[in-house]
């Protein structure tokens, strides 16, 4: 069972590493990214909303993610195996929520890890991908909020001698293996 927290600024390839380990070892992989863009293209009451915020490229309200992820950490595939967080925290005041969270269930954080990438590799990449709502102001907005509000997380997590800080710039099978040496589990 794996119980694990993908941090650092957007773009850095949180997404593309969860994805990697959560099939390459079985684990649900929860990005709230996912969730919020599912119910903005669903055009749910809470998409609506989430929208309005992801599109000044600001964060979507810490009580608004907490009952996101508190709902999701109840099911029964988290129970039994574990889970990669993508996206979650982004403030402090929602790893304090999700440390409060894992110990009600009883799942300690095995590891947080901090994808390290710096900000022109990462307005670089994310004008590439092409999205209509990454243009370089709101891109670099996004790093702004990043170090203000995420940013933080890296010293927390050091100081719970939970982080594991990770260059993620090179191949992606290399960056794969360093997080899996890491999580204790190279092959």
């Known amino acids: 069972?794996?119980?694990?927290?993908?941090?650092?600024?957007?773009?850095?390839?949180?997404?593309?590493?969860?994805?990697?380990?959560?099939?390459?070892?079985?684990?649900?992989?929860?990005?709230?990214?996912?969730?919020?863009?599912?119910?903005?293209?669903?055009?749910?009451?809470?998409?609506?909303?989430?929208?309005?915020?992801?599109?000044?490229?600001?964060?979507?309200p810490d009580e608004v993610i907490i009952g996101i992820i508190r709902e999701r950490l109840s099911q029964p595939d988290i129970r039994e195996r574990g889970?990669?967080?993508?996206?979650?925290?982004?403030?402090?005041?929602?790893?304090?929520?999700?440390?409060?969270?894992?110990?009600?269930?009883?799942?300690?954080?095995?590891?947080?890890?901090?994808?390290?990438v710096d900000d022109e590799e990462i307005v670089k990449r994310l004008l590439a991908r092409g999205r209509a709502d990454d243009t370089e102001e709101v891109i670099r907005n996004r790093l702004k909020v990043y170090r203000e509000q995420t940013a933080p997380l890296i010293d927390y997590y050091a100081e719970k001698c939970l982080l594991a800080e990770i260059y993620g710039v090179g191949e992606i099978d290399e960056i794969t293996k360093k997080i899996e040496e890491a999580l204790g589990l190279g092959e």
Request: glycine fraction near 10%.
């Open 1 to 60: 069972m794996i119980k694990v927290v993908f941090l650092g600024p957007p773009g850095a390839g949180k997404g593309t590493q969860a994805v990697r380990i959560a099939e390459k070892y079985n684990v649900p992989h929860i990005s709230t990214g996912d969730i919020l863009r599912a119910a903005v293209k669903e055009g749910t009451e809470l998409g609506q909303l989430a929208k309005s915020y992801m599109d000044r490229g600001e964060l979507v």
């Open 83 to 116: 889970f990669i967080l993508d996206g979650f925290p982004r403030t402090l005041k929602q790893a304090e929520a999700l440390d409060q969270l894992l110990s009600e269930l009883n799942m300690p954080l095995d590891r947080v890890i901090y994808l390290n």
